[in-house]
């Protein structure tokens, strides 16, 4: 049996139509290293942008070739030409601005994580269906080359049944000069949401139930926690191991391990290469030419963009995200409780 997938069906799709308008909130750093570099090289409908920050979103225009500046978030919402509003701000109003972007009946993809709690992930759900609007979170991970592989492999039948997840990462983020540091729960929320939902994607469905720690790491800026360990039940039967420790003292801190186990083969991989080792002796390596960054950030927009043409439901709405948020916010209960929780 052929386990060998192309490069070209390892990346996003581009939209069906490219022509739908799209506005960004928010001209910060994700935008610029990521968001537009995607969107630019697919040829996305740009036609404008606001952030507080006049200065970032003058610069970001001219970087980008954006048409138009606003002055206001009413402003931009009154345009005619703006379908979709892509919100990459912080969490501190970021629920207002998707009220008022929803209430004016435009579309959005919101970043990630939703919010800080379940209660308000299912209220962004309200808040879309009350005004009609298509609403996607951006997981944007899931659409790695790498992530996608695995996923393919997976769906392919390549290792059997999914039994045993393992995720390790590592990296560095206590730089005093970043707004992460003082993020409440960063690393395990707003960074690790990114792990979380890989895991629901690799096991193919909702977690039953999770038992988390957390701990600080000697010296650390952050005000919240920067390493974790996460065990997760998934209703398919599969279990998952999962650690970050965010403050590794190298100077090759970032580093990805994961390991898929099934009854036929399992699949190992790290930021750049997948791995696939079958029982009958079967060995494939590839190395997707497909990155996470910038190129899975149009994995998205594209699908959002399809969703709304389509008149379908996006393929991580605001309503399936609310699955990784279960899941999410169990872990931080748990690691705060000190006990397992249970999701169902």
């Known amino acids: 049996m052929d386990f060998t997938v192309p490069d070209s069906e390892l990346r996003p799709k581009h939209p069906s139509d490219k022509n739908i308008g799209i506005a960004l909130l928010g001209c910060g750093e994700i935008v610029n290293i990521a968001h537009l570099p995607a969107y630019n090289a697919a040829g996305l409908n740009i036609v404008a942008c606001f952030d507080l920050d006049q200065e ?61 709690s379940y209660f308000d992930a299912k209220e962004y759900v309200r808040i879309a269906d009350e005004n009609k609007i298509a609403y996607a979170v951006n997981q944007q991970a899931r659409w790695a080359g790498t992530h996608l592989l695995i996923k393919r492999w997976i769906q392919g039948g390549a290792i059997g049944e999914v039994e045993f997840i393992r995720f390790d990462m590592s990296g560095w983020q206590d730089d005093p000069a970043t707004w992460y540091v003082k993020c409440p729960d960063f690393t395990l929320v707003d960074h690790g949401i990114h792990y979380f939902d890989l895991l629901r994607f690799f096991a193919g469905s909702d977690a039953l139930r999770v038992k988390a720690i957390q701990r600080r790491s000697r010296n650390q800026v952050n005000i919240a926690p920067t390493m974790y360990a996460a065990v997760v039940d998934f209703e398919s039967g599969a279990i ?55 190129d899975a950030f149009l994995g998205p927009m594209s699908d959002l963009m399809d969703a709304i043409a389509e008149r379908r439901e996006p393929s991580i709405s605001g309503k399936s995200n609310l699955g990784t948020m279960k899941l999410l916010m169990g872990a931080l209960e748990s690691a705060e409780r000190g006990q397992a929780v249970h999701l169902k």
């Open 56 to 116: 970032a979103a003058a610069k970001t225009a001219e970087k980008f070739a954006i048409p138009n500046v606003c002055n206001s978030l009413e402003e931009m919402l009154a345009r005619k030409d703006v379908q979709i509003i892509d919100i990459a701000i912080h969490i501190e109003g970021r629920k207002e601005a998707f009220e008022l972007c929803a209430k004016a009946g435009k579309n959005v993809l919101l970043q990630k994580p939703v919010a800080h």
């Open 240 to 294: 998952a191991s999962h650690t970050f420790n965010n403050k590794v003292e190298t100077r090759e801190a970032w580093r990805m391990s994961i390991q898929v186990d099934g009854d036929e083969g399992s699949i190992e991989a790290d930021f750049n290469t997948v791995k696939l080792k079958r029982k009958d002796g079967t060995q494939i390596e590839h190395a997707p030419t497909s990155k996470w960054f910038p």
